[in-house]
């Protein structure tokens, strides 16, 4: 037998030491917030051990463990790749009135393992735990290295899990190209929108409620002014590179952005949009309101950058004379889109392995929603994740497929070993 075919059959001879692994991953409560990582990462550390792989723990804050681990491969030097996940997830409500089982069970029923995070995303790191185990088992005959980092808060941006790791030592935990498991079903994502968050207030005049000749009131004149940022807005005509354009705009494409996050979804993955998050005014029904609050929330597409939105929202606020408008960037949550080659090659082997191992060839479409792949995009690093179905993700009852997990955890092994050869 081949080296390749050794490590697909010792990926088919344990599958049974994988699902425990994943039950027991999700029984270990990691809800972010309030952040504490400490139980998942023993469980991680365990198993890589078990297999005679020493693991390392970064504790960037009290309770935010950050599981990493790499070896060099004996076959000469090669490029570098990093298999990322995060282990911290979704909290529980308070009120857990129809769950069906306990929150953090990892039980396994009709084919499912059930509790929270099990998609987002416990199925997907324990899929690259166990790959890069069995990786580390064949590694007299990879070429270059391979790297693993299971970190603790991608739920809340990566501060202190991706993006510390990466600012501490950009060369052992950025590497190359980046690999991760995210939720996606039958498809790989190599991008994400980027967002711009902003906080803002209209203030006018106030007045009682029947003497509108004096002035509109400052919630009328905002909902007026955020009508006209969401049409100006979502009219900009973002310019991204030329073969991402045609790639997004082939039929074939938007097919599949539609079908992974439903209907319509083409028509704005590649568009800005506005969301009006939040908007608060007034005292008292029969009066004039002075003040109102809101809060945006814009996604940016590839080929749109956050300062040429802000000039566009600049350019309405002169049509409003008679109000006081203000808008604050809320720059901790405000990021710029992030994509990387469709023409990589190790894109190409996550493709042809998620076909030769039993799936429908996935699509190459973009993600609308951010994870930690935005931290390697922004070090030069090229990420793509491919993952399990994101049904019921974050939702009650949660639950992944076993297959799935089996699948994932052999595409990204397969996708590594070749190009690693």
Aim: aromatic share 6%.
């Amino acid at each position: 037998m081949s080296a390749k075919s050794n490590l697909l059959a010792a990926l088919d001879s344990t599958k049974d030491e994988q699902i425990k692994l994943l039950q027991s991953f999700v029984h270990a409560a990691s809800p972010n917030p309030p952040g504490d990582t400490i139980a998942a990462a023993k469980v991680l550390v365990d198993y890589l051990l078990g297999h005679g792989i020493t693991a390392e723990i970064i504790e960037a804050q009290p309770g935010l463990q950050n599981v990493i681990s790499d070896f060099q491969g004996g076959a000469g030097p090669g490029p570098r790749v990093v298999l990322n996940g995060h282990m911290d997830v979704f909290p529980v409500p308070a009120n857990t009135d129809g769950w069906t089982r306990d929150p953090w069970s990892g039980a396994v029923e009709s084919g499912r393992v059930h509790g929270r995070g099990v998609v987002d995303m416990k199925s997907g790191t324990a899929s690259l735990v166990v790959a890069y185990a069995a990786l580390f088992a064949q590694k007299k005959h990879i070429r270059g290295s391979v790297a693993l980092c299971a970190v603790a808060d991608e739920e809340t941006g990566g501060r202190w899990g991706t993006q510390y790791l990466i600012k501490k030592d950009p060369a052992r935990w950025g590497g190359d190209v980046m690999l991760s498991a995210e939720p996606t079903g039958q498809t790989v994502r190599f991008s994400e929108k980027g967002t711009l968050r902003m906080s803002g207030s209209v203030a006018t005049k106030g007045a009682l409620g029947a003497y509108l000749n004096l002035s509109k009131g400052a919630i009328r004149t905002a909902t007026s002014f955020l009508a006209q940022v969401v049409q100006e807005v979502e009219s900009i005509n973002p310019t991204p590179p030329p073969e991402i354009d045609r790639h997004m705009k082939n039929p074939e494409t938007l097919a599949a952005v539609d079908h992974a996050m439903g209907p319509g979804a083409s028509m704005v993955i590649a568009r800005p949009t506005v969301n009006i998050g939040t908007i608060k005014g007034g005292l008292k029904v029969n009066m004039i309101p002075e003040l109102c609050t809101f809060e945006i929330d814009i996604r940016l597409p590839i080929g749109l950058v956050a300062d040429q939105v802000l000039a566009v929202i600049e350019s309405i606020k002169p049509h409003y004379p008679d109000a006081k408008i203000e808008l604050k960037k809320q720059e901790a949550a405000s990021n710029p889109n992030s994509f990387s080659s469709i023409e990589h090659p190790l894109l190409g082997y996550l493709i042809e392995n998620a076909e030769k191992v039993g799936a429908a060839r996935p699509a190459l479409i973009p993600s609308m929603g951010a994870t930690d792949c935005k931290h390697y995009r922004y070090a030069g690093v090229p990420a793509y994740v491919y993952g399990c179905s994101p049904e019921s993700m974050a939702a009650t009852n949660e639950s992944a497929s076993v297959d799935e997990y089996l699948h994932v955890t052999k595409v990204h092994a397969l996708a590594t070993w070749d190009f690693l050869q």
